[in-house]
């Protein structure tokens, strides 16, 4: 997968670094054993970086040094960014393929959960779909958290649906909290929305449906759809 390889043998260090280009790439340095653990990294300048890696250490530096414990350099050059990243995702799942997206420190893309198999319909922030047979409906991704969270609640105050995340049991008695204070919310906790209640829930389950479709410019999506995977629908900037 990488296309150079040359032995690194440390009297001879110069040379090596000599033949090395100062540009961009993804490289892999191995141990004299074959089944030592390799270091895997990108850089934009592979000569400065191995000559730091590679170099005789210095006194009082605690700076990593793996002269000794190097006999291989295996490397691409890159042209972008992009593809440093791309070629440095193939070469860690190959070498470490249980371990690789913690070494990435990939992180998935925040989604708009809604949670229609609730009987109180909520809305929350989440980065895992659940099964594809479910209710549920899924909205994004999202470039950030925070845009997600701007977008779901302004959904949230358009059609005054609930933010909290309990299970409700509507009780007149129960006092209410903040959100129904303020009408933020249909206060289905203590029965605030009164005769229409049964048929305010059925109206907060659908109604978002078409709001978010349109506010995140996408193709229309449903849960039982195989094509769109539980719902889950591109987002454009």
Request: contains cysteine.
């Amino acid at each position: 997968m990488l296309t150079e390889r040359i032995e690194f043998r440390p009297e001879a260090d110069a040379e090596v670094f000599s033949a090395i280009a100062a540009a961009p790439a993804v490289f892999l340095l191995r141990g004299e054993e074959a089944n030592s653990e390799p270091y895997v990294s990108k850089t934009a300048n592979l000569r400065r970086r191995l000559q730091r890696l590679l170099s005789a250490p210095e006194e009082h530096t605690k700076r990593l040094n793996l002269r000794h414990r190097v006999r291989w350099i295996e490397y691409s050059l890159t042209g972008s960014d992009f593809e440093s990243a791309f070629v440095l995702y193939q070469i860690l799942r190959a070498a470490f393929p249980k371990t690789y997206s913690n070494r990435l420190r990939l992180r998935f893309a925040p989604l708009v959960k809604l949670h229609l198999e609730n009987e109180f319909p909520r809305a929350s922030i989440t980065t895992r779909l659940g099964r594809s047979s479910g209710r549920n409906l899924y909205y994004g991704p999202f470039a950030s958290r925070v845009a997600a969270e701007k977008f779901m609640n302004d959904a949230l105050d358009f059609f005054k649906m609930r933010r909290c995340v309990d299970d409700l049991h509507p009780d007149p008695k129960f006092p209410g909290c903040i959100y129904s204070e303020m009408k933020m919310c249909l206060a289905p906790c203590f029965r605030g929305c009164t005769d229409v209640m049964a048929h305010q829930r059925k109206w907060n389950s659908k109604q978002p449906r078409p709001f978010m479709r349109a506010s995140t410019n996408s193709l229309p999506c449903c849960s039982s759809c195989p094509s769109s995977r539980a719902g889950l629908t591109s987002r454009t900037p």
